[in-house]
């Protein structure tokens, strides 16, 4: 059967301040060096792979890191606003640790309903996020059919379109590790999808 697409599907590298599980969101951050490095590695990795088209999201961490893996590959580079990360509202730049000390019957609350939940000061919810990130990911597909390309986006975006392509409810998108600077791969054919390679 032929393949539609083959996507190369990447979270940005290490960012400064990871250690204190900062919630960045739309919050525009730098890589670490040792995220710059992770980000050589995937792109000495994908090297030598044929693909049409890179796109990341806006966002420097991932547009970075998209870039890195570009300096191989004579394609085009887009960063688009629809992949960044999911946003926090009043949560933006908090830690977990400030969240569950000032927060914890919001955080009550996205327990009980992750896919509605929305956090304070207009925060997106899993479900309005899932809507962009698909919306997003399908135009990306058919633009680009019958050919394979590298998507660069974040952890959450990661989850939302590997949950889509293993047929899992979003509520389960926490159960897909993703850690920075790794690599999935999925295929995609006319009926059927096929995860090769999850968190690599």
Same mark, same amino acid.
């Given at each position: 059967?032929?393949?539609?697409?083959?996507?190369?599907?990447?979270?940005? =590298? !290490?960012?400064?301040?990871?250690?204190?599980?900062?919630?960045?969101?739309?919050?525009?951050?730098?890589?670490? $060096?040792? =995220?710059?490095? !992770?980000?050589?590695?995937?792109? /000495?990795?994908?090297?030598? %792979?044929? %693909?049409?088209?890179?796109?990341?999201? &806006?966002?420097? +961490?991932?547009?970075?890191?998209? +870039?890195?893996?570009?300096?191989?590959?004579?394609?085009?580079?887009?960063?688009? *606003? /629809? @992949?960044?990360?999911?946003?926090?509202?009043?949560?933006?730049?908090?830690?977990? #640790? &400030?969240?569950?000390?000032?927060?914890?019957? $919001?955080? #009550?609350?996205?327990? /009980?309903?992750?896919?509605?939940?929305?956090?304070?000061?207009?925060? /997106?919810?899993?479900?309005?996020?899932?809507?962009?990130?698909?919306?997003?990911? $399908?135009?990306?597909?058919?633009?680009?059919?019958?050919?394979?390309?590298?998507?660069?986006?974040? =952890?959450?975006?990661?989850?939302?379109?590997?949950?889509?392509?293993?047929?899992?409810? *979003?509520?389960?998108?926490?159960?897909?590790? *993703?850690?920075?600077?790794? @690599?999935?791969?999925?295929?995609?054919?006319?009926?059927?999808?096929?995860?090769?390679?999850?968190?690599?």
């Amino acid at each position: 059967m032929k393949r539609l697409n083959r996507v190369y599907l990447i979270r940005h =590298g !290490q960012v400064v301040g990871y250690e204190n599980f900062t919630v960045y969101g739309h919050t525009d951050v730098d890589l670490t $060096e040792t =995220g710059i490095l !992770q980000m050589k590695q995937v792109a /000495e990795r994908l090297r030598l %792979i044929e %693909i049409s088209a890179i796109y990341s999201s &806006d966002l420097k +961490r991932s547009a970075l890191s998209a +870039r890195q893996i570009a300096r191989y590959h004579d394609v085009q580079l887009s960063s688009l *606003q /629809e @992949l960044r990360e999911m946003y926090f509202g009043d949560w933006e730049g908090m830690t977990m #640790k &400030d969240i569950r000390k000032d927060f914890p019957e $919001e955080l #009550k609350k996205r327990q /009980e309903d992750l896919v509605s939940f929305k956090g304070p000061g207009d925060g /997106e919810s899993v479900r309005d996020f899932s809507v962009r990130i698909t919306n997003c990911f $399908e135009r990306i597909l058919s633009e680009q059919q019958g050919k394979d390309i590298v998507i660069v986006a974040h =952890g959450a975006v990661n989850r939302i379109i590997l949950c889509s392509a293993l047929g899992l409810d *979003q509520a389960r998108m926490f159960n897909i590790q *993703q850690d920075y600077g790794c @690599l999935n791969i999925i295929d995609y054919f006319p009926d059927s999808t096929l995860v090769r390679l999850v968190n690599g």
